[in-house]
């Protein structure tokens, strides 16, 4: 099913053409024409079938009727993330190119004056985080009476950051008529009580609950929690991996697996709440624009982040919730693209794994990467590493500080005899203390690379064991 048979202008269909639009999605089939019929719609679809244009494009086309003489605010979008917000903003302002709509994206983590002047300056349709929203309307008086279509995206994910009392003080502030849609990826008993009490004999949709977008591949690599930085050092150069983002479960071990990755000459970067949004946003043009080979990132990248044809997505570490599972591989095989996502699982993983499973209606087929077998005698400088117990949600923050650096010598070597990335001191990843350290004194324990990595730039990638 084609765009053109939606009745939608010509300014709208000649901007879906120029961003290469062809087909509708399921989600958008089922959710523009009732959001033409200016009813309130509760959708829930996996990430990365086109929720965005199935709500922007129906507001863009009832604005589009309704010509005002300067700019006034009349449609509102929630997200809960900044980068959900620059995103959807970035999306819209595509589809209204050749209409005189004006859009704007406002979003905490930046300053707050230039989109406070935006805003003055008059604005269409705007998107807003919670806390940023609320922050102009306390500080400078921002009126949302005039707003008559609403828009709640990623529900869930709202409901999971406490944001449920500010939606409801938004529908409190906006028109007293006026159109509702939630979008979410989930579909908990918590979204189904949200939409209850915020939507007016809705029109429920429900493309595919729970569920992870068909077009991805997933994968299990069953590997010690120690070696886990070392299998993905290791295959990002044996397949000559271009780009690739990595989720870790927190700040501190993404920070961790920056500096792991960097000593083996691999170019990354790292994502996570603690970088300012200038920090971010560069981080995330340099991979984009292939500079980074691998982006760390935790779950605030798992929602929100748009890379155009992104092959592979890591897990790491499974997520603290099955549900961001499904969000996080959503960053791969988006708008009808082929993608893989790889879990790396070791043993303590395996009752986080089975939730997900249940809640995907997968069974996910499991392999072993040669060398990293079972049983297979870890090699040396994880055997000298004193056992650590990682708690999955606390993490130890008084470990020794020498704990997870590397040593300074050559390359290590596996239990087979065969050379793997350059010796790391005692722990290993995972296993080791390093995660449980803050990032500076991880840095203050090696302030800089002594060694090139085995995958350093214009050098020959290279198997281990060759």
């Known amino acids: 099913m084609k765009f053109d048979t939606l009745g939608l202008s010509s300014p709208i269909l000649n901007a879906i053409a120029e961003c290469?639009?062809?087909?509708?999605?399921?989600?958008?089939?089922?959710?523009?024409?009732l959001a033409l019929e200016g009813k309130d719609i509760m959708a829930c679809a996996q990430t990365g079938t086109g929720k965005t244009a199935s709500f922007a494009l129906p507001v863009l086309e009832q604005l589009s009727k309704q010509p005002s003489d300067k700019p006034l605010l009349r449609a509102l979008v929630m997200t809960p993330t900044?980068?959900?917000?620059?995103?959807?903003?970035?999306?819209?302002?595509k589809y209204s190119q050749f209409l005189p709509?004006?859009?704007?994206?406002v979003y905490g983590g930046a300053n707050m004056n230039p989109q406070r002047k935006g805003v003055d300056q008059g604005v269409d349709i705007l998107v807003a985080t919670p806390g940023r929203l609320f922050d102009i309307i306390g500080q400078f008086h921002l009126d949302l009476s005039s707003v008559t279509t609403l828009v709640i995206d990623e529900a869930d994910r709202m409901l999971d950051l406490g944001f449920v009392r500010d939606i409801e003080k938004?529908?409190?502030?906006?028109?007293?008529?006026?159109?509702t849609m939630l979008f979410s990826a989930t579909y908990s008993d918590a979204v189904k009580q949200l939409s209850h009490k915020m939507l007016n004999q809705p029109e429920w949709v429900n493309v595919a609950e729970n569920t992870t977008a068909s077009t991805v591949e997933q994968l299990v690599y069953r590997v010690d929690k120690r070696r886990k930085a070392e299998l993905l050092s290791e295959l990002v150069g044996r397949n000559n991996w271009r780009q690739v983002l990595v989720f870790a479960s927190t700040k501190e071990c993404?920070?961790?697996?920056?500096?792991?990755l960097t000593l083996d000459g691999i170019s990354a970067g790292v994502f996570h709440g603690d970088k300012t949004q200038g920090a971010r946003n560069r981080v995330l043009d340099d991979f984009k624009a292939g500079k980074l080979r691998v982006l760390v990132a935790t779950d605030v990248a798992a929602r929100g982040l748009d890379i155009q044809a992104l092959p592979l997505v890591i897990n790491l570490e499974l997520p603290f919730l099955a549900e961001?599972?499904?969000?996080?591989?959503?960053?791969?095989?988006?708008?009808g693209l082929s993608g893989r996502a790889i879990s790396f699982v070791s043993p303590a993983d395996d009752e986080m794994l089975?939730?997900?499973?249940a809640l995907i209606g997968q069974t996910l087929p499991v392999t072993v990467q040669p060398g990293y077998e079972e049983g297979t005698p870890l090699p040396a400088r994880y055997r000298e590493a004193p056992t650590a117990t990682t708690k999955t949600a606390k993490w130890n923050y008084k470990s020794s500080r020498n704990t997870g650096a590397k040593g300074a010598g050559g390359n290590g070597t596996k239990a087979n005899g065969s050379k793997?990335?350059?010796?790391?001191?005692?722990g290993g990843f995972g296993g080791n203390a390093g995660f449980g350290q803050s990032s500076e004194s991880q840095a203050r324990a090696r302030k800089s690379p002594a060694r090139e990595g085995k995958y350093a730039k214009n050098k020959p990638n290279t198997q281990k064991g060759k």
Do not use: S, W
């Open 101 to 105: 709509l004006k859009t704007l994206a």
């Open 82 to 93: 900044r980068e959900l917000a620059i995103q959807v903003c970035a999306n819209i302002q």
């Open 354 to 357: 089975a939730e997900i499973e």
């Open 170 to 179: 938004v529908k409190r502030l906006i028109a007293t008529e006026h159109q």
């Open 254 to 260: 993404a920070e961790h697996l920056l500096q792991e």
């Open 20 to 33: 290469g639009y062809q087909q509708l999605t399921q989600v958008q089939q089922q959710v523009i024409p």
């Open 420 to 426: 793997g990335n350059g010796a790391r001191g005692k």
């Open 324 to 335: 961001d599972y499904v969000h996080r591989i959503g960053r791969t095989g988006r708008a």
